[in-house]
């Protein structure tokens, strides 16, 4: 069983940047391919970023290219999501999700197997 635990969400102005976090439990988070989803109200859960097991490999979705960046370090078993350029559209519930795979190219949340409790980033005008 991993554990998920989220954490660096808040409330930030328009055009600021966020680091969100998202560290497991256990010895073997190389194991695992890592996502990040998010969810706004009233609206379905989306795929955001994903990255394999040693990190050379990641897939933004097109809404945040160029401005999130998903990242890991395997020795403190911690995923990374850096947002820049925050736009209002992006205030959501942000997810880290988890596969006991080395590579899931899947930007679909049914192929993830662990979840987090979520972490609230709001973007205010």
């Known amino acids: 069983q991993v554990q998920l635990v989220e954490s660096g969400g808040g409330l930030v102005q328009a055009g600021g940047s966020l680091r969100l976090s998202c560290t497991t439990s256990?010895?073997?988070?190389?194991?695992?391919?890592m996502g990040w989803f998010r969810q706004a109200p009233g609206k379905e859960r989306e795929f955001v970023a994903n990255?394999?097991?040693?990190?050379?490999?990641?897939y933004c979705a097109d809404s945040v290219k160029g401005r999130f960046t998903i990242s890991r370090d395997n020795a403190k078993n911690t995923v990374y999501l850096q947002m820049n350029s925050l736009k209002l559209e992006d205030t959501a519930v942000y997810y880290c999700?988890?596969?006991?795979?080395?590579?899931?190219?899947?930007?679909?949340?049914?192929?993830?197997?662990?979840w987090g409790q979520g972490t609230q980033v709001t973007v205010s005008s």
């Open positions: 990255i394999n097991w040693s990190g050379g490999r990641t």
């Open positions: 999700a988890a596969v006991r795979r080395l590579f899931n190219p899947s930007t679909s949340s049914s192929d993830y197997d662990y």
């Open positions: 256990g010895r073997t988070f190389s194991s695992y391919a």
